[in-house]
């Protein structure tokens, strides 16, 4: 997924990460469903708000519900279905993956202050005026793994969108924009390994598979 510095390829990062998630993300008609769903889930005190800004934001936080999913799975069978060792090995990889979107953001220059868990606003009226918006999704973390992914996910996120909203050369940058298309890819990768140990079907949709076919 190599880029480039020219500038013809440099207004490529600037299209694909272009401002389409905050009014013009596709829904097909379901968007009244994912606001009604957003809104129900917003009613455990343990869901997360996420409002994604960038194409590989959108990619990432999508894949959080089937890694919630699969990590779940590959917890629950420790010690019975699965060996200590081969959970351990999984988990080993998702060490990996924080890792290296830590190293980006570190790139970045973003602290590791800005990766702590914090929600877009702890009114719950304002919460659930905001899971209305097309680009809201809500997630109820049932394994910390995915706890811990979200903050990182965010912060990668608002980092990419406000280089792209404030840089006035992008060139600079096109390095990390590879660099999370890259960590995109790797999350998919995490995600189908633990669903092929568990025997859990996956195949990515909607966001997810747009991105990867770009």
């Known amino acids: 997924m190599s880029h480039g510095v020219d500038a013809e390829r440099q207004a490529g990062v600037a299209r694909r990460e272009g401002p389409i998630l905050g009014g013009a993300m596709p ?4 968007q009244s469903d994912r606001t009604e769903d957003n809104r129900k889930r917003l009613e455990d005190p343990n869901s997360i708000l996420l409002l994604p800004h960038t194409k590989a934001g959108m990619a990432c936080v999508s894949m959080l519900y089937m890694f919630d999913k699969v990590m779940h799975r590959l917890r629950r ?3 019975s279905q699965l060996s200590i060792e081969d959970v351990r090995n999984e988990l080993a990889r998702v060490d990996q993956w924080v890792t290296r979107a830590k190293g980006v953001l570190r790139d970045l220059g973003v602290g590791e202050f800005d990766w702590h868990p914090q929600e877009s606003s702890p009114d719950l009226k304002e919460r659930s005026q905001l ?3 097309r680009n809201a999704r809500v997630i109820t973390p049932r394994v910390g793994d995915t706890a811990r992914l979200v903050p990182v996910i965010r912060a990668l996120d608002n980092a990419l969108n406000s280089i792209r909203l404030r840089a006035e050369d992008l060139t600079p940058f096109v ?4 660099a999370v298309d890259e960590l995109v890819v790797a999350l998919h990768g995490v ?3 633990v669903a092929r140990v568990t025997a859990t079907e996956y195949e990515p949709r909607g966001a997810v598979k747009a991105f990867l076919k770009e």
Do not use: C, D, M, V
């Open 27 to 30: 829904t097909n008609g379901r």
């Open 77 to 79: 069978a420790a010690g």
């Open 131 to 133: 899971a209305g918006r």
């Open 175 to 178: 390095k990390h924009f590879e």
């Open 191 to 193: 995600i189908g390994q």
